[in-house]
Structures are given as structure tokens and as C-alpha cells.
């Protein structure tokens, strides 16, 4: 005790170790060795891998690396607990969904334990942050269990779900996945990282413990190969994936030629801007739990920050003097706040990654720090004179590095901002109300923090636009990732073949152009294809080539940012004015639809005309909403449009099947680049003249006709197209093999009957969720 | 007091106050996440307690203050913990940051304290919501002073922040704070009742401005007294004082810190916003009364390893 007078001289911290004791005698009590929990059982393992403890490299067990047997009997068991998983009343599952969340709280500091020790994360983040959140997420989705059959009408579960999960957050990540695909009556086969496996496996130990039926939640362990035979299992009917982008695009290849529902948690840079009327202290104090939270390995880390010039050296500065405060040492200190790297081969990565930003010019900024002997550490970094084109301003480091650039103007800011390929999430920090909402809106990323950072919740989605991903997790959103929607299909009917004419064309010659940017366009190419008319003559459709598809995108390109900023009121007004325009050309639809032998041309116009009418009611309804969490925020919700958005619209019937799979894409806001059907295009080729006449704004809805090779390919390819909606004939495996390129959402929902009330599913589609926290009090 | 230099004050800067702006959310969270980032244990726990002793203002401001009560806290103050358990810490003597009084027994104080080094404070203008005629508040302070106060505690006039009347403000304290002569000033910025955060920023600043030794959070008489928050943006405004002027200014947190725990948490703050030159009694203090019991105990738990009980300990 004769220091306590040194330490009233000096008053340091000393150190606050956590103690492992109770970790290390579960481990121990498992022989550190470990199987698979496949059907309520462990496999006794064969082959194995070492998983260690990365602020010490202490080996801590063996994990069983999984083989494609051990994933094929994991998803058969899974399969075989699903028919009554599934029929069981949801307040049934929910007492399963409970009863894990209670079992978690009461072992929370186990899992806390183990998982630092695993991750080589601060006991503070798995303590006060992880394993919190995950125990809110088990209750919040155990009440969503409850209300699963009253509150999802018109939506089924899905089947067996294979999950791959990443090391950064393990235990958030296998609630986020585990809890709503169990909820809405989901069977799972789960991969944690090769890495961070131990607290998977005590969690599979929790759902013995419970009496979770045996198959509902499988854990098989194992590195990239155990993940890979989970994607190509042919028993799995949804993937769902958080891990990098790259691999991210692989699954979308591989699950390109499947019915796989597929849901990407990916990479991101997101920015953290802050304008010159914000709250500097506490945007640095911000930026702490931005990009110094678990180390930066954090897909939606602040990784990115944009200063306003006139602030910038001044906020470089107090950030450079809170950064010398941080604690980087061992993870199990209480005291920490900078743990370990999950690895060496991500150090390595890290610390190349930084060298090369200073070869191409940066400045950077380290404290000093002393790392405990034999981990994997890295000090926090700060990298200035960096500019968009500098490596380290695109890439994602994944590390607790944060590189900043300034901006002169709130649109500057936007336009850096959005200048990414990513769109995970973004902070903004401003004490205007204007700015706040105003940059909010205009951001492209699935979340958005005002004056706060890293905020989640069980109740609010979180997930990526562009190449961070698509899907849900959390909240109402997150869980149409584990359901599926039961939209009345028809089986597609023979199209009347019409060989030839009635008899010889009279009066003057037709011709139908392509539709682009509001003009009509003659074809690249200088070709057409004829189609024969019953009525007489024959029709020559312009045969479009991906140059015409090029140009079409770049016009709904250029026209997408007012037409998702107009108001949703003035869209209504614009398809009523359609529907209206439509109506006063009756005859010419009608004969239109005969001449390619359509069964009931007066039905079809009318429904035709109703589904204009139904999408314009629409236009200004389809809104979000104000989410809950326990904290004093507002978190809003809005479904904002896509983008550009490629259309294949399907045979039959040729003008409703046309206008359903156009319409809900134009009433939310999307700008399209439709294809009608290369069998049946004449009633789209006749709508021109009336979205002409119905003051359609310039490049809004483009159409360009052609064949599926050199119009629908070159669409489903183009990275600047973000989602494409394919109702055609053909195999639509290439298309969404060509979408991996910028991962554009897909959907190929096969024949659908369009004469029935239309779901809300096409809206949902034609809309991405956006949620923005805004914490308040004066 | 020791510092070299005392804080020379500056013009009023209008747009320096008027640009502090506070988000109260961001603020509150940094608050709440403090005490779970930091914490001491074992000799290291012992010895920063020791610290906050140190730094205590230990203080009676009741009506019902006699003589025989006063002279009861001066003793205390002197000797603030058992000589056994500071022997058994290694530890020589300690004594608390002060004793805290009204005017009216500031020469006892003086006379018990004599030798000691223990400064004496007064709460003066009108203390604690300080709308007494002005001229009687300058006259209080400097009664204080002539009966030997070392330290005095203003209190400024909240409408003066409420109505963003900034000159006022300056010109009151600027007045105080020539009042006080050689003797150290603490601006009473009474938090609970300055309705913002913002305000707490901004009126921190002006005091500083007019060269306020100290910044204190409350009387102890407001319904809400010092909280992390407060202490918050009141340091993060002493450290942009500091960053742009070189004073250093003081900070004290008063009302409703009554465990170890959360003179601990203070303690942290001081540390992680301001450095450890703030985590010493010229520059950091805590306004308490019964704090000194709950350490105490402490203490003595980790000397023997049992817990300990209110009545094994002096009372002040």
C-alpha cells in the first residue's frame, strides 16, 4: 500500500482488469475444443483451426472447420424443423425468442468475456454497447414473433436461411440475423467468422439450454470454403450476408442462377461532416465513437470526414488533442479504448493501407502509444491534405483510421459526401434545423446520424444503398428480409402467334421510335424488326443496342435527382393527368391490343386505365414513418426512390403488364429505362404519345426496345443503374449475374397475374428505406 | 491558490460568446459514457480519493450555522481523515481544498484555520440568488476580504444570461471581481437556472472574460445543481479560454456530489477534458458537505478489506 502516496503524486490510472476467470472455465470445460450445433446436437470435431485471443496471441481453442457435409446436414436438419417452426403460432416462437433474450442478460457478462477475448474488442464496447443490443434485439423481435401472424398479410416465411456473419460485431451480427429470421418462423443454418466463433458457440449452447426445437438454429463453424458450400446449398432458400463488398459480389454471382432471396450488410466510407455551426467538442467527442470505436472495424464507421474550411484547422486541432487521451492496450482493461485488431492479416492491411495515403501526399497524425508485447495493435490516426482521389478517401481501411477533407458550400459537402461508391451511412453535424434535414435528404446512405454517430436499434433498419448492400436488418423493414410475399402468378399462356396479316397495310406508313430524355430517337443501330399486325401491314420495332441503352440511362440519369426531389402530390397529378390522356385515346389502345391478338382489349384498357389511377393514389401515400428507440430521438424513416431503374415489362398482357411494372417504379420517384416485351411491344410504343401529352418531365420514363441480348444485358450491367425489374420470358440468370458489377437490386418475380389488385410489394420494391436519427433537447 | 499567473482577463468578445453553441444530446452522451470509459481501482482508487479530499470545499452554508458548528467543520477540514487509516496508506498529512462559509463566520474560520494553509471562502453578493442592491453586494464582498476570506463565491445574476445581456454580465463580474482584490474569485453560474446548455457556454465564457478565477456550477440551493453535463461544457469552455488566452482557469462542481463514486467520475472529467493540471486544488474543487463521509469509508474498506460504517468517523 506504500504507493498510494507515489499515486496521489502522480494520479494515474493504473489498471482495471476484467477478469476472465468464468470465460476461461467454460472454455476449459468444453476441453476447448469444439463441433458443430447441427439438429440440437454437437458434432465431435475432426478437423479443426486454432481461434486465439488477438491482443495476446493466446490460442484459446480449436474450432471444427466445416466441411460440405457438415452444411448439407446442417440444412437438411434445418429443412426438417421448418414445416413446424414455421405452422407454430407466433406467440409460441415468441416465448423462444424471449426466453434467448433473458438467457443472454443473465449470462451477459460471459459473453461480454469471451467475446473480447475472442475479438479483441474493450470489455467496455461487448460490456455497455454489444451484448446489450443484442439482448434489446432477441426482446424487440420476440414481440415481433408475437404479432408475425396478424401484422404480415399478404407474406409467408421464407424456408431455411444460411447466415454468414462477420468478426467485427459477432454476437450483434448473429442477432441481427438469427432474431427476425426465427421471428417470422425462419429455420437457420449460421457460419460465424473463422475468427470470432466462441460466442456463437455459447450462444447455440443457450438454445439447448432453452429447448429450442431441435434444427430451428444450426451453428456450423468454419473460414470462406464452410461459407461458400452454405451459398451453393441448394436447400437454402435465402442467404443473408454482412461481410465486405467484394465478397458480397461473389454471392451475388453465385446465387445469380438460383431462387435464392438474397439480402448484402457490405463495406462503406461513410462520411461524418461537419459544418461550421456545429458543436465542435462534441463532434470530436463524436468522431471518438465514429472511428475509434472498435477499433475501426466498423462497416459504418465516420471513416470519411468532411470539414467545413472554415473550421478545419481548428477542428483538427481538438481532434488531434482528444486523440492523445485515447487508451490503446489490452482489451479485458476497463479502461481501454482502443483494443486489439481482430488480426494480423487486417494489421498488415491497415498499416499498408496508411502508407501508401502518406506516399500519395497525406499528412498524419499518431500519439504515442505502448502496446502491450505479442498483440495486434494500431494507433488511432488522423490523415489531412487528403483529397477524393487520394487511395485512402475511397477505400475502406477498416482500421482506426480517419482521413478528413473540407468543403466550402452544404452542396459541396452533398456532392463529397455522395462521391462514393459505398452508402452505408453518414453523420451530420449542424445546430440548423435546416441544414440538418435538408442534407439529410440529400445523401445517399441507409442511415443517417444528425449530431450523434453509431446509434442502433432493434427497432430501426440499418443497411446500405448502392454498393453497401441491400435489405434491411432491424425494424418493421428488416424483417420483409424473412418473409415473402404471396403475389397470385399465372401460368404464362401460349402468345397468339400472329404469323401474318389480315391483309395489306393501309393509309400511311408508322413509325415507333425509342423514347429518351423526352424525345423520340431513332435506334443506334439503323435496324428494325418486323412484327406482323392482325390488322393489316406489319409493325417495325426499332432495334435499341447498348449505345441506345447508354443514353437512355444517362437521360434518367439526369433526370432522377428533381424527379425524386418533386413532390409527391405533383407525381400524382402527373399520372392522373396520364390516366386522363390514356382514356381520350380509347380506340387507338384498343386496336393496338387487338392487333396482337389480345384476348380482351376493352378488359385490359380498363384495368389499364385503373392502374394509372391506382399508382397516382399512391404517389403521395406511400410514406414512412417515426421509429422509437429507447433513447430521446426521432428516428424518421424514408422510403426514397432508387435511382434509375431498368423495366422489363413481360408479354402479356401488353399494355397493363407494361404500365403495372412501370408505374409503381415512376410514382415513388425512380427515373426508368423500360424495355417492353420484344413480343408484344406495340401499346408501350403507343404510350409515347401520351406520356408525351401528360407533362412526364424529360427523361423520367425512357423506352428503348430490342433484344434481350443487346438491350436487357447491357441494362442489367450498366453500373449506373441501380435496381432492375425483369418480368420477361427468358432465364434471367445473366442479368443478375451482370448486376453483381455495382450490386443493382434485382427482382425476377416470374409470371405474375396483373389483373388483380396490385400489391404493395412493388412499392416496397420501388423504394429503399432511409433512416435518419435525430436526437433533440435544448 | 498557485497559480503563477491570475487569469488577466480580456475584452469582451461578443462573437467568441455568441458563437458557443452546445448540442445537449451529444453533450449527455459523452456524460453518460464517461464514468464507463475510465475508472480506478484498488491503490489507484485509494489514492485519487485521497485527491478529491484534497480538493474539497468542504462547506456549511445553513441558517442555523453557529460558532460551535463551524469550528466542528474547521477541524475537520484539518484533519479530514483517521490518522490509523492514513498511516496504514502510507499517506502524511491532508487536508481539504478549503472551508466554505457565509460572511458572517469568515474571521472564525480564519482564526481555527490559522497555520493550516487551509484558505477560507466566503459565498458572497447576496448569495445564493444574489438580487441584493449592487452596491451592497461589492460592499459584502469586500467585508470578506477584510475579514481575511482567501477565496470568495459570487453569484451572478441569472437575468443577465437570460436576457443574452452579455455587457452586464461582464460589467457585473468585471466589478466583483475587483471587489475581491488579492483574494481568488468563483463565479457562481447557478446552471439549474440558466434554462440551456448554450447559456452555461456562454455565460462561462463571459465571466472568464471578465476574469473570474474559478467557474462554479451552482450555490447548492437550485433545484438542480452540478451535473456531468454542466461540468462538461463548463470545461470544454475553460480549455477554449485556455487555448486562446494561456489563464487557466478554475473549475468547480457544487450540490449533490455526496458518494466517492461520483467524486471520482468529477475527478475523470477533469482528466480527460482538461489534463491533469486540473486535477489539483488550485485549479479543481468540489462544493460538499457530506461527500467527505462516503470517502472516508472507502478508504478505510480498502484498507481492511471490510465495509465500513458512518459512525467509526469524525464528523466535520
Known amino acids: 500500500m506504500s504507493n498510494v502516496s507515489d499515486i496521489l503524486n502522480e494520479l494515474d490510472y493504473g489498471t482495471a482488469p476484467e477478469a476472465d476467470k468464468i470465460a476461461i472455465e467454460w472454455l476449459e470445460s468444453k476441453s476447448r475444443r469444439f463441433g458443430h450445433f447441427i439438429g440440437g446436437t454437437w458434432t465431435s470435431p475432426e478437423e479443426t483451426f486454432a481461434t486465439s485471443n488477438p491482443a495476446n496471441g493466446v490460442e484459446l481453442a480449436q474450432i471444427a472447420q466445416g466441411t460440405e457435409k457438415d452444411v448439407s446436414q446442417a440444412v ?89 456473419i462477420p468478426w467485427n460485431f459477432p454476437m450483434l451480427m448473429l442477432c441481427w440475423k438469427i432474431a427476425p429470421a426465427l421471428a417470422m418462423g425462419n429455420t437457420v443454418v449460421l457460419k460465424p467468422a473463422e475468427f470470432t466463433s466462441l460466442t456463437a458457440l455459447l450462444f447455440a449452447e443457450i438454445c439447448e439450454r432453452i429447448g429450442l426445437p431441435a434444427g430451428v438454429v444450426n451453428i456450423v463453424t468454419g473460414d470462406g470454403e464452410t461459407g461458400k458450400a452454405l451459398v451453393a446449398h441448394s436447400g437454402v432458400d435465402k442467404i443473408a450476408f454482412t461481410g465486405s463488398t467484394e465478397v458480397g459480389k461473389h454471392i451475388r454471382r453465385a446465387t445469380a442462377s438460383t431462387a435464392k432471396k438474397l439480402s448484402l450488410e457490405l463495406g462503406g466510407k461513410s462520411p461524418y461532416i461537419v459544418f461550421e455551426d456545429a458543436d465542435l467538442d462534441s463532434a470530436v467527442e463524436g468522431l471518438v465513437d465514429a472511428i475509434w470505436f472498435n477499433q475501426g472495424e466498423v462497416c459504418c464507421a465516420g471513416s470519411r470526414l468532411l470539414v467545413q474550411e472554415s473550421i478545419a484547422e481548428k477542428l483538427y486541432a481538438k481532434i488531434r488533442a482528444r486523440m492523445i487521451n485515447l487508451r490503446v492496450g489490452d482489451p479485458l482493461d476497463k479502461a481501454t479504448d482502443i483494443g486489439a485488431v481482430v488480426d494480423e492479416t487486417q494489421l498488415t492491411r491497415i498499416s499498408g493501407l496508411v502508407e501508401q495515403g502518406v506516399q500519395e501526399g497525406a499528412e498524419i497524425f499518431q500519439p504515442k502509444c505502448e502496446f502491450p508485447a505479442g498483440g495486434c495493435f494500431y494507433p488511432p490516426t488522423l490523415l489531412t491534405n487528403v483529397e477524393p482521389a487520394s487511395t485512402v478517401a475511397q477505400v475502406e481501411i477498416f482500421g482506426p483510421v480517419l482521413v478528413a477533407m473540407t468543403f466550402r458550400t452544404p452542396s459541396e459537402a452533398v456532392t463529397l459526401a455522395n462521391n462514393t461508391i459505398y452508402g452505408l451511412a453518414s453523420s451530420v453535424w449542424t445546430q440548423n434545423l435546416d441544414t440538418a434535414h435538408d442534407i439529410a435528404a440529400q445523401i445517399k446512405a441507409g442511415t443517417v446520424w444528425v449530431n450523434s454517430t453509431n446509434l442502433f436499434d432493434a427497432s430501426v433498419g440499418f443497411g446500405g444503398y448502392r454498393e453497401s448492400g441491400f435489405g434491411r436488418e432491424g425494424g418493421r423493414e428488416g424483417l420483409f428480409e424473412y418473409l415473402k410475399p404471396s403475389l397470385p402468378s399465372v401460368e404464362p399462356e401460349p402468345l397468339p402467334q400472329v404469323t401474318e396479316s389480315a391483309g395489306s397495310a393501309t393509309g400511311l406508313d408508322r413509325t415507333h421510335k425509342l423514347y429518351i430524355g423526352g424525345k423520340q430517337a431513332r435506334p443506334d443501330s439503323g435496324y428494325s424488326t418486323v412484327l406482323p399486325l392482325v390488322s393489316g401491314g406489319s409493325l417495325e420495332i426499332a432495334r435499341g443496342n447498348r449505345k441506345d441503352v447508354r443514353n437512355a440511362v444517362e437521360a434518367a440519369d439526369s433526370a432522377c435527382a428533381s424527379w425524386a426531389a418533386t413532390t409527391g402530390f405533383n407525381r400524382s397529378q402527373i399520372l392522373y393527368y396520364l390516366a386522363e390522356n390514356l382514356e381520350a385515346a380509347r380506340d387507338v389502345f384498343i386496336k393496338s391490343l387487338a392487333d396482337r391478338a389480345a384476348k380482351n382489349p376493352e378488359n385490359e384498357f380498363n384495368l389499364s386505365v385503373e392502374r394509372i389511377l391506382w399508382y397516382a393514389a399512391w404517389a403521395d401515400k406511400y410514406e414512412g414513418g417515426v421509429h422509437h428507440p429507447p433513447v430521446r430521438a426521432h428516428v424518421y424513416t424514408r422510403p426514397e426512390p432508387l435511382g434509375v431503374a431498368g423495366v422489363v415489362s413481360p408479354a402479356a398482357p401488353g399494355l397493363l403488364g407494361y404500365l403495372s411494372v412501370c408505374l409503381p417504379l415512376v410514382a415513388m420517384g425512380n427515373a426508368i429505362v423500360s424495355v417492353p416485351s420484344a413480343h408484344n411491344p406495340l401499346p408501350a410504343l403507343e404510350l409515347v404519345r401520351i406520356l408525351e401529352a401528360s407533362d412526364v418531365p424529360a427523361g423520367v420514363w425512357n423506352l428503348v426496345t430490342g433484344s434481350f441480348d443487346e438491350v436487357t444485358v447491357p441494362l442489367a450491367s450498366h453500373d449506373g443503374v441501380a435496381a432492375l425489374w425483369y418480368f420477361g420470358e427468358d432465364d434471367a440468370t445473366p442479368l443478375i449475374d451482370s448486376s453483381a458489377g455495382n450490386l443493382k437490386q434485382t427482382w425476377c418475380p416470374g409470371n405474375l397475374d396483373f389483373a388483380v389488385k396490385p400489391s404493395t410489394e412493388f412499392l416496397r420494391r420501388a423504394t429503399q428505406v432511409k433512416n435518419v436519427w435525430v436526437p433533440y433537447g435544448v | 491558490m498557485n497559480q503563477e499567473v491570475r487569469n488577466l482577463g480580456t475584452p469582451l468578445d461578443l462573437e467568441w460568446v455568441e458563437s458557443a453553441v452546445v448540442n445537449r444530446s451529444a453533450v449527455e452522451r459523452r456524460a453518460a459514457t464517461l464514468p464507463g470509459r475510465r475508472t480506478v481501482k484498488k491503490a489507484h482508487q485509494a489514492a485519487w480519493l485521497l485527491r478529491a479530499i484534497q480538493c474539497i470545499d468542504l462547506t456549511t452554508l445553513s441558517g442555523d450555522d453557529s460558532p460551535s458548528n463551524v469550528h466542528r467543520l474547521c477541524v475537520k477540514a484539518m484533519n479530514p481523515v483517521r490518522k490509523d487509516l492514513l498511516e496504514s496508506l502510507g499517506v502524511g498529512h491532508i487536508q481539504t481544498g478549503a472551508v466554505c462559509v457565509y460572511h458572517q463566520y469568515v474571521a472564525d474560520c480564519v482564526r481555527h484555520l490559522s497555520g493550516s494553509g487551509i484558505p477560507v471562502a466566503a459565498v458572497s453578493t447576496g448569495f445564493p440568488a444574489g438580487l441584493s442592491p449592487f452596491a451592497q453586494r461589492l460592499a459584502e464582498i469586500k467585508a470578506s476580504v477584510e475579514d481575511g476570506a482567501n477565496e470568495i463565491d459570487i453569484v451572478i445574476t441569472r437575468s443577465h444570461v437570460l436576457r443574452s445581456d452579455w455587457k452586464a454580465l461582464f460589467d457585473e463580474m468585471k466589478a466583483f471581481r475587483e471587489a475581491c482584490g488579492e483574494a481568488h474569485v468563483k463565479a457562481i453560474l447557478a446552471t439549474g437556472e440558466l434554462g440551456t446548455l448554450t447559456n452555461v457556454a456562454r455565460a462561462s465564457l463571459v465571466c472568464m472574460m471578465a476574469g473570474a478565477d474559478f467557474i462554479k456550477t451552482s450555490t447548492g440551493k437550485e433545484p438542480i445543481n452540478a451535473t456531468l453535463p454542466f461540468a462538461l461544457v463548463m470545461t470544454r469552455m475553460i480549455r477554449e479560454y485556455h487555448a486562446q488566452t494561456g489563464h487557466q482557469i478554475g473549475f468547480k462542481p457544487a450540490g449533490g456530489i455526496r458518494t466517492a463514486k461520483q467524486s471520482l467520475d468529477y475527478l475523470i472529467l477533469m482528466r480527460e477534458e482538461l489534463g491533469p493540471d486540473w486535477q489539483k486544488p488550485h485549479l479543481f474543487r468540489i462544493g460538499a458537505s457530506t461527500l467527505l463521509s462516503d470517502i472516508e469509508r472507502q478508504l478505510e474498506h480498502f484498507v481492511t478489506g471490510r465495509y465500513s460504517a458512518l459512525n467509526r468517523h469524525a464528523i466535520g
Request: charged share 20%; with cysteine; net charge neutral.
Open chain 1, 76 to 164: 437438411e436438419t434445418a429443412r426438417a424443423a421448418y414445416p413446424q417452426w414455421s405452422a407454430m403460432p407466433g406467440s409460441h416462437r415468441a416465448r423462444y425468442l424471449y426466453a434467448i433474450a433473458r438467457q443472454i442478460q443473465k449470462h451477459s457478462r460471459l459473453f461480454a468475456v469471451l467475446e473480447t477475448m475472442d475479438n479483441g474488442k474493450p470489455i467496455r464496447e461487448t460490456r455497455d454497447l454489444d451484448i446489450p443490443l443484442v439482448v434489446r434485439h432477441f426482446y424487440h423481435h420476440a414481440g415481433w414473433a408475437n404479432l408475425s401472424d396478424s401484422e404480415f398479410d399478404g407474406y409467408e416465411s421464407v424456408g431455411v436461411c444460411g447466415q454468414i
